[in-house]
């Protein structure tokens, strides 16, 4: 199992000054250590569960194009990509060039999109859901297309491109790997079927029963289900002084007997000395073994 890194929060005793210094850091030490990938949010407000609104948000993929200049081996990524904020031939150009930038470690990060108030606040289009989702699997379409060696025109019950031209191209060929955020069973495990190289889902007693409606989805289209990456957002807590980690450590094995292969998480207080070390250290290696 891998590891990877998910860095949710940007309001740091630092301060916005330190920010960029602060992240150059966190992100050269989580590499250094042995964390697999490093991803961003794709908000433009913080969200509830980790704060008010008021703190700290940086733009996704500026943020990305940064990290991507800090660092040389992990893969980076938006977790995820709201479908409705950039138009799609966009958001393909964005990852094409952080791909080129980053020397080929760039993933396509995506979902239906859910923060109503961020959008409204700030005036981005934010339709109902049934919309999302169709523009979802169009954008996907896309940036596909725009990948491919086809830049004809698209057209779409949502978009139009007159031509899907991208140049340069991604170094990752055929395409950047696509990952699918969610586990709505009727129509976002589907697309991760038909589309995308990996899932994500959320640790928890309904985790076995969402793989296996994947799996279903699958069979439905003609997809080798091994051939997606199975890939969960978890807390990685290991507690003040560590003392948290043999529960980690046993949430993680729960996780790789149901073939999960790689776990995605936020750390709490993450800019502090020695919190990633200990990951790097105490779980990074154990998980490798899973």
Known sequence: MKIGLHIADFTYPSGPAGLADDLARIAGTAEEVGFARISVMDHVWQIEVLGPPEHDMLEAYTTLGYLAARTSKVE??????????REPGMLAKLVSTLDVLSKGRAWLGIGAAWNAD????????????????????????ICLQMWSDEDGPYVGQHYKLDRTLNVPQTLQRPHPPILIGGGGEKKTLRLVAQYAQACNLFGGPDLERKLDVLRGHCEAVGRDYDEIEKTVMVPLDLGGNGEKTDEVLGQLQGMAALGVQEAHGWVPRVWEPGVLERIGKDVIPAAAQM
């Open 76 to 85: 980076l990524l938006a977790w995820v990509t709201a479908v409705t904020y």
């Open 118 to 141: 961020e959008a409204n606040g700030l005036g981005l289009h934010f339709p109902p859901t049934k919309e999302r989702f169709e523009r979802l699997e169009e954008t996907l379409q």
